[in-house]
């Protein structure tokens, strides 16, 4: 994606290859800016350990959603040897603000030595729910939660 705004001031289409013109939203954007949206990627070894790892968060007020996906299957190098685990995908929707706590965070209660945590930068999306999230990484009080039945 590219930036919001020009170097010469004018705004710039940021996502063009699915034809959106967000230049409806560039005032919108550039009052957010101070407040930018992000997208934290983290797997677990299991939904146990990510179910875990996403209450944390959000009883800390961390993030304003977090997505667990189904597990799939994760290939990579470790310690000189190629390795295949099976993992849960965590996606965090975060703001600025919250972050570098989240990272953090992550890094504290994750059941990994290393754990993948990378965040990306949200250049354009729907205000409405770009406003919810900032307010909900905002807030102080924790969740109330109610049993399932």
């Known amino acids: 994606m590219a930036a919001l705004i020009r170097p ?11 034809g959106i013109t967000c230049h409806a939203f560039t005032e919108f954007y550039v009052r957010l800016f101070r407040m930018s949206a992000f997208l934290v990627f983290s797997t677990a070894p299991n939904r146990a350990a ?21 597990a799939g299957e994760s290939h990579y190098g470790w310690k000189g ?4 685990a099976r993992e849960i995908m965590l996606t965090f929707k975060t703001s600025k603000k919250a972050l570098p706590l989240l990272m953090r965070t992550l890094k504290k ?10 965040a990306v930068r949200v250049d354009c999306g729907d205000p409405a729910y770009l406003k919810w999230l900032i307010s909900e990484t905002g807030k102080k009080h924790p ?3 109610h049993p399932r039945p």
């Open 8 to 18: 010469n001031g004018q705004p710039r289409r940021v996502a063009p290859t699915i």
């Open 50 to 70: 990510a179910r875990k790892i996403a209450r944390t968060v959000l009883n800390m007020r961390l993030a304003a959603c977090a997505h667990l996906a189904p």
């Open 81 to 84: 040897r190629l390795e295949r």
């Open 109 to 118: 209660v994750h059941p990994y030595e290393t754990p993948e945590i990378l």
């Open 143 to 145: 969740f109330i939660t």
